[in-house]
Nanobody, 123 residues
Framework: VQLVESGGGLVQAGGSLRLSCAAS????????MGWFRRAPGKEREFVAA????????YYADSVKGRFTISRDNAKNTVYLQMNSLKPEDTAVYYC?????????????????WGQGTQVTVSS
């Protein structure tokens, strides 16, 4: 499975961004997907996850109500809509594929990772 993120950039606090993650290599609708992020000097942390058919979604408390994960299996793409962005959301964002189950909040539960996309939120 190959994963390629896009959509990162620089935005002011309160603004929005939509990240995309395009998948290839295996049937996309066979596995769940997650988004993680790593801020400078911090550990990688869970952001959101979505089941193979989009029927179940999970969020970190820090983003709940502001971020929305979704997927389009016809386009082999998962999205992360980020609204009301805060400076503390600044990080490299990674998408990941979980071929063996659903929707772990631990990075150890994922089998494949993208290269990451930088999101910077200015105050």
């Amino acid at each position: 499975v190959q994963l390629v993120e896009s959509g990162g950039g620089l935005v002011q606090a309160g603004g929005s961004l939509r990240l995309s993650c395009a998948a290839s290599g295996r049937a996309f609708n066979n596995y769940s997907m997650g988004w993680f992020r790593r801020a400078p000097g911090k550990e990688r942390e869970f952001v959101a996850a979505i089941s193979w058919n989009g029927g179940n979604t999970y969020y970190a408390d820090s983003v709940k109500g502001r971020f929305t994960i979704s997927r389009d299996n016809a386009k082999n793409t998962v999205y992360l809509q980020m609204n009301s962005l805060k400076p503390e959301d600044t990080a490299v964002y990674y998408c990941a594929a979980d071929l063996g189950g659903c929707c772990s909040t631990s990075a150890l539960g994922y089998d494949y990772w993208g290269q990451g996309t930088q999101v910077t939120v200015s105050s």
